[in-house]
């Protein structure tokens, strides 16, 4: 009997987020860049749907079983 193994497959989203800063944007660090990030994360998690909505359909895709 044959076995049908179902590939993997590696999808690549974006999201946007924002960072409240003291600068114009050169000297942004990574502790704000983290917390920025965080922030939104926590936001998408507020409403139903919403993760979906803002990070829409992936940019890139590739089987991972293909050499």
Sequence with gaps: ???????????????????????KGEDVTEEELFEGLMNRIKSL????????EACGMPFDTYDMDED
Excluded: C, P, W
Aim: charged share 35%; hydrophobic share 30%.
């Design 1 to 23: 009997m044959d076995h049908y193994k179902k590939g993997k497959y590696n999808h690549a989203f974006d999201i946007a987020f924002e960072v409240i800063s003291d600068n």
């Design 45 to 52: 998690r507020k409403n139903e749907g919403e993760i979906l």
